[in-house]
């Protein structure tokens, strides 16, 4: 291919289609329309202030955004807790241990959310409550009795939560927030002599997770 | 000069400068397409989308109508919800609440309307039940709970309704109850008494506009009352419960 056929054809030619390309490059980042809505992924952990240590936690939230700094929805989670009860083997010099006894809690709460963005820049400090219905399946076992029992807490609770945002694109955001859980899970057992007995679990605490904003019309 | 003897595929003068002319032609009309595109978007932007509100970080035009007046009107309803702590005087107990303040705009700077608040203190006497790791179920023996439920109407000032810092206050005078109730579970006796009385409140506090719908408030409120009722078992006696206290709460006032 000589230079000059080079300078003749192809350089028109490939002039030709990066300008017919240029518009698409050059075409806004989709825009959302007037019913704005989203939706955050999140995962984190959640350490209730009666049990030992922190547990792992996944959510969603999905909302409306009714203007650019208010928005109000629905969100839920899962928080997963495994306690044991263990002892030492007794051989010397072995660090192994026997389970005598094992509680797992799964905590779900189901509520109604408002959320108040202080700014619309690229950090985007928030705040928010929620109030709802939350329960708590525990399933423990005694392996030192044998017993076996499932038992379900449920009541009204409510979350608050603050944190900051870092607008990445209009339509994406990641959420990292600070939150608090406060219920009281309660439920009534009926005994042998007809009589009701009310138990309650505090899963007051608090957590951290980050999430994964976002937005659609 | 030498030149180079035009052979028989070699396109005519004529032909190479319209070749030349459509190319450039071509060129020129595709550059100028992005400022083109940019301009027509701009103009839909404008025109056609009224409410593309400007969620995200990339600054979107509004839809203005052609009426100014209109887009400067305030709006004329609020309402406000808030959350916070109350602590009566007496038994200084924080307790949680909440509250809904339905307002109107009766002037620049006035506002009037009607507010109805919650404060719930409840406390429970329970034992563990067993002795396993992890999330503890208590036995629930007995529990006491309160609840005071003010509805008011009132007035609040705000000092400006242009600065991004909203200085305001509020008072507010109508009637409150407090209902009173505990259980004993073990026995089975339960007992319930309801106080209700003229109450008043007052607020200040500082709001931080957002945008025109709203501002989050922090204030301070004090309430004032001694809610009564006949005392069981005798003849025209009185029983009193003193309700005074402080209270902080955080609200969002939105207009519409």
Redesign the interface.
Known sequence: MSPRFAARRIVPLLASCLSFAAPAFAAPAPALGPNVWSMQLDGGLYAPIQGSGASPTAGVRYCKHFSPHLQGGMFSAWSFKRAKLEAPTGGQGSDSQVELARVDANLVPLMGFLQVDLTDRFLVPFFGFGVGYEWLMLHSFDHRTGAQEKSRYANLAWQTFAGVGLQLTTIWRVNSELYYNGGSLEREVRLPDGTVQREAVDVNGVGLRVGLDMKFD | MLHRKRGSTTPSQAVRFHLFLA?WL??????F??AR??TT?DLL?QNT??????????P?QRYTPATSALAAKPKANSIH?S?GLFAPIETNAPSPMVGLRLGRRLGAHLQGGLLVDWVLERK?V?QP??T?????????LARASGSLVPVMAFFEVSLTEKRFLVPYGGIAAGYEWLSLKADD?VTGESASATYANYAWQGWGGMG?R??Q??R?DFELSYNGGSLERDAPNSNGLREAVRVNGVGARVG?D?RY
């Open positions: 190319s071509t060129v020129a009309g595709g550059l397409a992005p595109a940019s978007n932007a989308q009224p409410a593309r509100d400007s969620v995200g970080a990339a979107v919800l959350g429970n329970e039940i067993n396993l790791p992890g999330l503890q179920p208590h036995l629930i579970f931080i957002l945008d719908g709203l989050v969002l939105i």
